[in-house]
């Protein structure tokens, strides 16, 4: 084979410092946008992004030189920058320092997008620490509650 191919897709969680509600619903969009643009920028394929005031959800396509780690790290990292400087409110913004990531494949992208639009909606019914340790469980991740959050 000539060439290499990929279809390489992550579904990345994280929260704000201390899970504090940063994210209104007044800026939220501009901050997925800014987001998405982040994304772009960097060769990878913004699929869905969103969240509530206090957590997001990124659904991405990326090259495979980009680790989900350095995904995270790009977005968390120019996201914060942009806030501090176009939210003067927000000086004490900042993201959690952990995330979880998950490898989503070409079938599940839709549900999973849908998943992230209705955050508003899902988020009514389930706290974020509710949602974020049913994630962990779903996909057999180990943890220790202690060390989840910071």
Known sequence: MGNSFTSLHYHIVFSTKRRRLWIAAAIEERVWAYMGGIARENKMKPVQIGG???HIHVLIGAPPTLAPSRITQLLKGGSSRWIHVEFPALAEFG??????????????????A???KGQREHHRKTTFTQEYLALLARHEIAYDERYVFD
């Open 114 to 116: 849908n998943y992230i």
């Open 52 to 54: 509530v005031d206090d």
């Open 95 to 112: 993201w959690q320092d952990g995330y979880s990531a998950y490898a989503v494949s070409k079938s599940a992208i839709p549900a999973i």
